[in-house]
């Protein structure tokens, strides 16, 4: 079997990573890959959002199978475009898409529905958002309702920052035509967690939780990035509180979904704020999280090919999915100034000696080869994860990673995974 990832990151490398354990798979694409994928799969220098050569390219070489990775071509409706020619392709429609592609959509299908979530209101006008925030006041979120890269979400303590977010989304266009219309929500509190799941249209199938870490700096402070660092499973997420975000929020999700005359095929990923066991939807997005992906393919034992297989037949629930009982922290080591400004080709050492070392793995995203030479190339450049029995044990390894690592500038939180230290050891 051929198989075609698409996608750049972390995320991809891991794909790649677990897709070249199944006895199925003889060759993989990564389309347009980075470093680390270059060393499990052979990279097309294709971009992720060029759908017709994507296209052109999985008929050429008669892939069997594609895995899209970002959100941004599943938004432009590549599923679309590969099933039209009759191609096999793992991710949701351009219809379905909009539930991480447009926050207004999503927002207001929770709403409809009954899925518990924040209150909220949208506006296609700062004026009229400015007003709604000064009447509700803070600490209140500010949200871009398009794809923004995971960035175009402000935390508002205080009415004038939520102000000056809504400037610089709507009137300074920070963040283009994603900022064109915005969502004002409730400011939820307690601890976030991740429930990544299956779906063929007709079952869901939710995966370990995750917890992934946003912000820049330690102790949730600075600003939002693509992600930190993850762990798995999030034991905020318990037996019982599982079983509420599969009976309240994942199953009407997937009803709700369909009762709108949409068909979902792929991952659901809800981010979820749980506060005294209760889980309510922070947001969607519609594929792996990145850097969840990092903690949570790792666990999974069972053949990732079969499982995308099922969803794309619409058989999931012959399935049973199996998972390893150990836990998974990735730390990620990003360039100095992001998610800011950033400086890139920065040399990196010590990747190679943790190739050979039991339960780490280095999963690659902004890297490049150049003139022989690993070299950093985006704003979050790799993620060290570890595998081991228990959070301390696995933090520590993790951390252990990080350290034999460098490259100039480098920055990474030093909390990963405390939440979950926290509760095993209370």
């Known amino acids: 079997m051929k198989i075609l990832i698409i ?55 008669e892939i069997d199978l594609t895995f899209v990775g970002p959100e941004a071509p599943l938004v432009a409706g590549i599923v679309d475009r590969f099933e039209a020619e009759g191609l096999r392709i793992f991710g949701p429609n351009q219809k379905a898409a909009q539930l991480e592609g447009s926050k207004v959509f999503s927002k207001n299908l929770m709403q409809k529905y009954d899925i518990p979530t924040g209150e909220y209101s949208s506006f296609a006008e700062p004026k009229a958002a400015i007003e709604y925030i000064k009447e509700k006041g803070a600490p209140i979120v500010v949200k871009a309702e398009g794809l923004a890269a995971g960035k175009g979400v402000v935390v508002a303590e205080e009415v004038k920052e939520a102000v000056e977010a809504v400037e610089k989304i709507m009137v300074e266009q920070k963040f283009g035509r994603a900022g064109e219309r915005i969502v004002v929500e409730e400011f939820l509190t307690g601890e976030e967690a991740t429930v990544l799941a299956f779906t063929d249209g007709k079952h ?66 809800s981010g979820l704020m749980i506060e005294d066991g209760e889980p309510k939807v922070l947001e969607y997005n519609v594929r ?50 992001y998610p800011i ?11 190679e000696s943790l190739a050979k070392q039991k339960d780490i793995n280095v999963f690659q995203a902004g890297t490049a080869n150049k ?19 228990g959070y301390r044990d696995t933090i520590d390894k993790s951390y252990q990673g990080v350290e ?23």
């Open 404 to 426: 034999k690592i460098d490259f100039e500038g480098a920055h990474y939180r030093s909390d990963i995974g405390h939440k979950a230290l926290t509760r095993e050891e209370s």
């Open 371 to 389: 003139d022989g030479k690993l070299v950093t190339d985006g704003g979050r450049v790799l993620a060290v994860t570890a595998l081991g029995d």
């Open 7 to 61: 996608g750049s990151g972390g995320r991809e490398h891991t794909l790649a990573w677990k897709l070249q354990q199944s006895s199925k798979v003889k060759q993989i694409y990564v389309a347009p890959g980075n470093a680390g994928t270059a060393e499990v799969a052979e990279n097309v220098d294709i971009a992720s959002e060029d759908i017709e050569e994507l296209l052109n390219f999985a008929q050429q070489e």
């Open 341 to 351: 400004e950033y400086e890139t080709g920065k040399e990196i050492t010590g990747v």
């Open 288 to 337: 792996f999280g990145d850097p969840e992906a990092q903690v949570v393919l790792p666990l999974l034992e069972t053949d990732l090919v079969e499982i995308a297989e099922a969803v794309i037949e619409e058989r999931l629930e012959e399935l049973i999915i199996k998972w390893s009982g150990d836990t998974a922290v990735a730390v990620v080591m990003a360039s100095d100034g």
């Open 204 to 269: 869901i199938i939710p995966m370990l939780p995750s917890q992934d870490h946003k912000p820049a700096y330690d102790g949730d402070q600075g600003p939002n990035t693509g992600g930190m660092g993850a762990y798995a499973p999030a034991p905020v997420v318990d037996e019982e509180v599982l079983q509420k975000v599969y009976n309240r929020i994942l199953e009407p999700t997937l009803a709700a979904l369909n009762k709108e005359g949409i068909e979902f095929k792929g991952v659901i990923y």
